[in-house]
């Protein structure tokens, strides 16, 4: 009876245990020895119980080459869902690889927000060139949505709404949803609106189902009912759908008036998205893809090295100073590496924390300072502990105490700074209006490196010399 | 008329704009103010208002003091579900403070799914004094459900479901429906089994109420259905709804028999916590939060400073063989941070890449030497830059067209091995079943400075001396 349905799993063409989900390499085989043949029936045959997500990893996983004859000979069987499970860098090469009837007719199948998100990064009259193949009322729906800002809730959001009058008891919601023909493909909520056509409360479709027709919806409105503004970022949109355990929320503009509605799915893939990015933005990576040329690559990842280029020459020039005494004793730029290495993971533990923490809101005006302290502490406590270590480490290395004393202390300042620049300096970016993963890192690490290179060949200086 | 509902925003009493969401510090203070009062009709009114996950982080953001005076105080109106909302570190905490017939009552009023997650971490004994508080029926549903693996889908799953027989019309689900009064608290799905309880399909409820009475259940059923292994991992159920963007999904046992089921907002869940792990570990934090003691996060951290404290000595065991080039060219000392750092940062936007595609099932047997060759080829690319760009610094600063020649090979060498490293080793730790992102980190930076370190002062020693 599964075969009916696209069902996905089990299924013996995917790994199981660990690799649940993960694509089998053989299917992949499969499918490229049909592209390579030619044999479109039998490429059929392998796509078809493949979800749209799955085949756009696919299509995401083969080389350039492979990927348009794939497209090529998969021809009126691509499905529009496909295009927008793809990755945004390949989407345009797929587009150019459709004939344009293909792409007219997989376009048209898809709803309105899908079509929005799939144009809104192309050039104009590329843009145009496919609006232009949609029927009427789906080109005005997609413009409109177009008019509101990027990564906005009014892009995010679908215009297709189930709602109902304030005044309706259950009877009459579910006649008008039996009779209505311009509901959402996918729906859970009935949204309740005044007059004026303001959302007033959400009843989810299984109170309607199991109420009395005569029961009034206002009497069973669900308890947590949340609105969001059109012009949300869609970032707040995705914190707010997780942290209120919301299933589908109304949008509405600046008169609070309902404009269309945002379900969890979307709000889900927001978030799957902004934690890659913030992932991503702390390694220094700010943008780019696995399917990304090298010199696309190359170019992304540059700025980010240059920065750090830059801030690695001002921790150099704090050597440079002491270039006399460690022309006297080595040893201490044998241990340099070490003294860097630690505070700047130290700082990198710190700054990590700082940035999740800002970034779920658990970082506030009201615990800043217990924090930066709890962080400081903690610098204190393993400094400390380190110093010991690698005092001992020094000391029986160099056979020198003093040079063990230099290191020890050096290690107890610079994980005491790695706390608290760790800690301070996300939260003053934030402050400032700047994403702090993409920016602390470097920071950080300039300053811990600068202050740990002075601590150590400072106090080197005055104890050894 | 949104005084009925418990309505979030816009709300004078949270901030807009950039901080939407955030609870506003002057909510905190008022709160704070009526604690310190000990006003309890105060607190209650200006509780009443938020939602249990936002009073959740008021207890999370103020110290243990008042924490413990906030939860007495607020006593018989504590709610279950700020239990649930809470972070793990407190709950055992919070649980205390609360008086044992208010800690009953609350837990009473949880589903069933969310009492298994608040007692899952606790002790036998604690345990058992919670569940002695529950119905017989939920009682044992707890049970059982902390009979399956942790972090599986029996754990995440109600056992509650809605579900009709496979050859059901429309008419017959829905006069079920009004008639059951044991379905979920919030379900969107009608689950169609078969004759041996083998979930075959899902019909969501805006079909059923879209659709006259005669028509097949079967006639309706989604496009896409999924059922998910009781025993499977958590993270691959939260990849699995968001890869195929489903609303909701029956569990099934060894027998393929329906179980529960799970729904995407306990998915979202898992996948933002598997993102915050994730993100934490590639900083080297493996657990902990924001209000852990400091002795506590200090533990936390030690282990993985010291494995960096060992790798940070095998570089600079490397530096140690080239002493004798060093005392004589002290600018190599000056200029050493300079290559490590460098290769550090190009391995880490490297590893991190890997690490998110490899999560994200992006990175798989078909494309990874693809992905490796890429890697290396943007350290070329970048390596090529940055020698130039180096080793012209290198050159006006110590007047050394040598040393400039040997910093710009050594540039090359670090982002090149950087690339490779950071894409190798990722994927060799996934293949041994380790997750990559607790242990690349470490290991990339050990080859980057070995490799670097050496080239740098290898080359310096043949070409200076």
Redesign the interface.
């Known amino acids: ?2 075969q ?7 299924d013996p063409d995917f790994d199981t245990d ?1 690799n ?4 089998a ?1 053989k299917v ?1 085989s499969a499918i490229l020895y049909a592209v390579e043949n030619q044999d479109q029936a039998l490429l059929a045959e392998l796509m078809e119980p493949l ?1 749209a ?2 085949i756009a ?1 696919i299509l ?4 350039t080459f492979d990927r348009r004859r794939l497209v090529q000979l998969y021809d009126r069987e691509f499905d529009g869902e496909i295009l927008s499970e793809l990755d945004e860098s390949l989407r345009e090469e797929v587009m150019l690889a459709l004939k344009p009837h293909v792409l007219a007719e997989a376009v048209r199948e898809l709803e309105s927000d899908d079509v929005v998100d799939l144009v809104e990064d192309l050039d104009e009259p590329q843009q145009e060139a496919i609006l232009e193949h949609l029927e009427d009322a789906d080109r005005v729906a997609v413009e409109q949505a177009l008019a509101y800002p990027e990564e906005s809730a009014g892009r995010l959001m679908q215009r297709a709404v ?1 709602m109902a009058p ?1 005044h309706w008891n259950v009877g009459q919601c ?1 006649d008008y ?2 009779k ?1 023909d311009d ?2 493909e ?3 909520h009935v949204i309740m609106v ?1 007059p004026r056509m303001r959302p ?2 959400n009843v ?3 109170r ?5 027709r005569d029961v009034l919806l ?1 009497d069973i ?7 969001i ?1 059109v012009t ?2 869609e970032e ?1 949109v995705a ?9 589908s929320a109304p949008v509405v503009d600046e008169d609070d008036r309902l404009v269309g509605v945002i379900t ?2 979307d ?3 927001v ?2 998205e902004e ?2 990015e ?3 933005r ?4 700010s943008e ?1 893809s ?1 399917t990304d040329t ?2 696309e ?2 170019r992304q ?2 700025p ?3 920065v ?2 830059l ?3 001002v ?2 020039l704090v ?2 100073q002491f ?1 006399v005494t ?2 006297k004793f ?1 040893a ?7 003294v ?3 505070g ?3 700082g ?2 710190s ?3 700082a940035v ?2 800002l970034a ?8 800043v300072w ?2 930066i302290r ?1 962080e400081a ?2 610098g204190l ?2 400094g400390l ?2 110093a010991i ?2 005092g001992g ?1 020094g000391v029986l290395w160099f056979g020198s105490f003093q040079l063990g004393y230099v290191i020890a202390v050096a290690m107890v300042v610079n994980l005491v700074v790695a706390g608290l620049a760790g800690t301070m300096v996300p939260v003053v970016l934030d402050k400032l ?1 700047v994403d702090p993963a993409l920016a602390s890192g470097t920071f950080v ?1 300039t300053v811990t ?1 600068v202050l740990g ?1 002075f601590a150590f060949l400072g106090l080197a200086t005055i104890v050894l010399l």
Chains 1, 2 share one sequence.
């Open positions: 009876m599964s009916d349905t696209n069902k996905i799993t089990p660990d649940a989900y993960k694509l390499p992949i979800h997500a799955d990893d995401e996983q083969i080389n189930a304030d579910i949803l039996r209505s509901l959402p996918q729906f859970y005044d007033v409360g989810t479709l299984g309607i189902m199991g109420s009395r206002k409105l669900e308890d947590v009912f949340q609105t503004p949300q970022d707040d914190y707010a759908f997780n942290q209120y355990h919301l299933i969890i799915d709000a889900m893939a978030l799957d934690h890659e913030d992932i991503l702390l390694a220094g990576v780019g696995l090298v010199s690559t190359a990842r540059f980010w090295l240059a750090n280029l801030t690695a020459i921790a150099s050597i440079a270039e460690i022309e080595v201490l730029a044998v241990l340099m590496p070490i860097a290495s630690m700047g993971n130290a990198t533990q700054l990590t924390v999740r923490a779920t809101k658990d970082l506030t005006g009201s615990n217990r924090v709890r502490l903690v406590l393993n502990a380190f270590l690698m480490i209006g690490t490196d290179f």
